[in-house]
């Protein structure tokens, strides 16, 4: 337990110092959503001072820092590609109405360094706790395989929206695809691959108790910034509720015949 507690606060320092210096970057760029490309390697960051750093078994932490360090850095070139052509995000806009900046960057990079904290936790166990033996090594090599076939699929349901948005003419609905299969996939993806990390941790105590961060995560992809905000901004356009009716929102299946 010592460990994991020194392994714990020394992830806030860390996740900390990005956050501060987010901010740094956000005044200089002028834009708010800068947090939104340092979301990613923010945890990153966490998984590589696990491995550096920590005195637990060496292949789950091998295999977490190189899972966590793709996933982030795929996500934030997507996001910086995605974000750079336009004003900041209409969001962030919104939080800085009738705020001072102090207390917009509290609410902006305090908040997202406290959920990456949280949500890193599964990291910071691996990161102390030895590899297990017996029937839980099966356990743990199947969070790696839900990982990475959670990053597949974010990975391939992305690059398939942008390929759809750079269409000319473009079709009103994006139903081909992985999105033939759900109405956001890449939120599934991502779901899947943090349930992956997760039981990565599982595999030895106290990793069960870290659900907390597959929980925040799920909890966000479904209802917080994710699938929902964009059914409401999607409800309206023509052909989305015959797209609705046949295509679950979340959770993957094969379309319906």
Same mark, same amino acid.
């Given at each position: 337990m010592p460990d994991l507690l020194w392994m714990a606060l020394a992830s806030a320092v860390l996740v900390a110092l990005i956050q501060a210096a987010a901010f740094w970057w956000s005044r200089r760029a002028g834009r708010w959503d800068v947090a939104d490309v340092?979301?990613?390697? +923010?945890?990153?960051?966490?998984?590589?001072?696990?491995?550096? /750093? +920590?005195?637990?078994?060496? @292949?789950? #932490?091998?295999?977490?820092?190189?899972?966590? /360090?793709? @996933?982030?850095?795929?996500?934030?070139?997507h996001i910086g590609r995605r974000s750079r052509p336009h004003d900041d995000d209409p969001r962030y806009v919104r939080m800085t109405q009738g705020r001072s900046t102090l207390a917009t960057a509290l609410r902006v990079f305090g908040l997202q360094g406290l959920i990456q904290?949280?949500?890193?936790?599964?990291?910071?166990?691996?990161?102390? /706790?030895?590899?297990?033996?017996?029937?839980?090594?099966?356990?743990? %090599?199947?969070?790696?395989? %839900?990982?990475?076939?959670?990053?597949?699929?974010?990975?391939?349901?992305?690059? !398939?929206?942008?390929?759809?948005?750079? !269409? !000319?003419? #473009?079709? &009103?609905?994006l139903d081909t695809g992985l999105w033939a299969w759900s109405r956001h996939p890449n939120y599934f993806g991502d779901a899947c691959f943090w349930v992956? %990390?997760?039981?990565?941790?599982?595999?030895? @105590? &106290?990793?069960?108790? /870290?659900?907390?961060? &597959?929980?925040?995560?799920? +909890?966000?992809?479904?209802?917080?910034?994710?699938?929902?905000?964009?059914?409401?901004?999607?409800?309206?356009?023509?052909?989305?509720?015959?797209?609705?009716?046949r295509t679950p929102m979340f959770v993957m299946r094969p379309p319906a015949r």
């Open positions: 340092v979301w990613g390697p +923010g945890i990153a960051a966490v998984a590589l001072l696990g491995l550096a /750093t +920590g005195h637990g078994g060496v @292949w789950r #932490r091998v295999a977490l820092a190189v899972l966590v /360090t793709a @996933w982030a850095a795929r996500l934030a070139i904290w949280i949500v890193s936790a599964p990291i910071q166990v691996v990161a102390v /706790t030895s590899d297990p033996g017996g029937a839980l090594v099966v356990l743990a %090599v199947l969070g790696v395989v %839900v990982a990475v076939a959670g990053l597949v699929i974010e990975a391939v349901a992305d690059a !398939q929206l942008t390929n759809y948005k750079q !269409q !000319q003419p #473009r079709p &009103p609905i992956g %990390v997760y039981l990565v941790a599982c595999a030895a @105590w &106290p990793g069960v108790a /870290t659900v907390l961060s &597959p929980a925040i995560m799920v +909890g966000l992809l479904v209802w917080g910034s994710g699938a929902r905000l964009l059914e409401k901004a999607m409800a309206d356009r023509p052909g989305y509720a015959e797209y609705r009716s």
